[in-house]
T-cell receptor, first 109, second 112 residues
Framework: QKEVEQNSGPLSVPEGAIASLNCTYS??????FFWYRQYSGKSPELIMS????GDKEDGRFTAQLNKASQYVSLLIRDSQPSDSATYLC?????????FGAGTQVVVTP | DTAVSQTPKYLVTQMGNDKSIKCEQN?????MYWYKQDSKKFLKIMFS???????INETVPNRFSPKSPDKAHLNLHINSLELGDSAVYFC???????????FGDGTRLSIL
């Protein structure tokens, strides 16, 4: 069983719609959770961090965390073509980040 | 100013050679990392240093040797390069373990 699992996609989203990305993790002791965006040929860029259950909003992004279900998600509202990228879920486990394989998002005009 | 900088950006070399990649961060962070991202885009941690001390050493061939001369620098030396070493290597840093990490632009290593 992979420690951090994401759907690989591609997730096709019409411009202006909401993109919903999901991530599950195996380590119940994890306390820190992150979403990174990676454009093709570029480095991962931190877009959200979340540490407690519930929702956290930052601009068009909302991260949701449910530790009991070992589930973290990312919503992208009013999706733009510039949001087309791979989104990596990262979960802190034993002092290191475990990354999921990433979900590719394609926003279509 | 670039927060985490790596050199070189591209590295093309032949099997069996030895090469080094350098990384520097100007964020004042205590922890630095090396990651490998393979052709399937999976990002996997290799090493982590906290204030010049090795704290994470994943299952990596001993041909890979990290070195941290000070907490702002973390270099990676690779001996006897193999075809399977072809990947993008990312350096990252964070204030402490478990904190958000900031990545360098990566070094694309291609083995001929």
């Amino acid at each position: 069983q992979k420690e951090v699992e994401q759907n690989s996609g591609p997730l096709s989203v019409p411009e202006g719609a909401i993109a919903s990305l999901n991530c599950t993790y195996s380590d119940r002791g994890s306390q820190s959770f992150f979403w990174y965006r990676q454009y093709s040929g570029k480095s991962p860029e931190l877009i959200m961090s979340i540490y407690s259950n519930g929702d956290k909003e930052d601009g068009r992004f909302t991260a949701q965390l449910n530790k009991a279900s070992q589930y973290v998600s990312l919503l992208i509202r009013d999706s733009q073509p510039s949001d087309s990228a791979t989104y990596l879920c990262a979960v802190e486990s034993w002092g290191k980040l475990q990354f999921g394989a990433g979900t590719q998002v394609v926003v279509t005009p | 100013d670039t927060a985490v900088s790596q050199t070189p950006k591209y590295l093309v070399t032949q099997m069996g050679n030895d090469k080094s990649i350098k990384c520097e961060q100007n964020l004042g962070h205590d922890t630095m990392y090396w990651y490998k991202q393979d052709s399937k885009k999976f990002l996997k941690i290799m090493f982590s240093y906290n204030n010049k001390e090795l704290i994470i050493n994943e299952t990596v061939p001993n041909r890979f040797s990290p070195k941290s001369p000070d907490k702002a620098h973390l270099n990676l030396h690779i001996n006897s390069l193999e075809l399977g070493d072809s990947a993008v290597y990312f350096c990252a840093s964070s204030q402490d373990q478990g904190q958000p990490q900031h990545f360098g632009d990566g070094t694309r290593l291609s083995i001929l």
